[in-house]
Nanobody
């Protein structure tokens, strides 16, 4: 059974940084695209960034220049380095991965507040 295990969330002050990690396990299939979505209270889930198995990246306009997504294919792990965090980045962040199908992580809270 495929599992996506997220880590690295928490509370940070505005202007601070966090790095989220998501490790995929439990499948014989190769991990293709991996990415991050987020959902703030009262809002729809939105794409943050994704990275393909070949390394192509795509970012939401709201995070361009502040967030960097990268992956370690040997570890089936995707990361997102989040810098210059703003209060509006506060949300539950969800990892997403495409193997034989699409899979979601359980979500991890990121709170940006002074």
């Amino acid at each position: 059974q495929v599992q996506l295990v997220e880590s690295g969330g928490g509370l940070v002050q505005p202007g601070g940084s966090l790095r989220l990690s998501c490790a995929a396990s439990g499948s014989a299939f190769s991990v293709n695209t991996m990415g991050w979505y987020r959902q703030a209270p009262g809002k729809q889930r939105e794409l943050v960034a994704f990275i393909t198995s070949g390394g192509s990246r795509n970012y939401a306009d709201s995070v361009k220049g502040r967030f960097t997504i990268y992956r370690d294919n040997a570890k089936n792990t995707v990361y997102v380095q989040m810098n210059s965090l703003k209060p509006e980045d506060t949300a539950v962040y969800y990892c997403y991965a495409i193997l034989d199908s699409g899979y979601w992580g359980q979500g991890i809270q990121v709170t940006v507040s002074s």
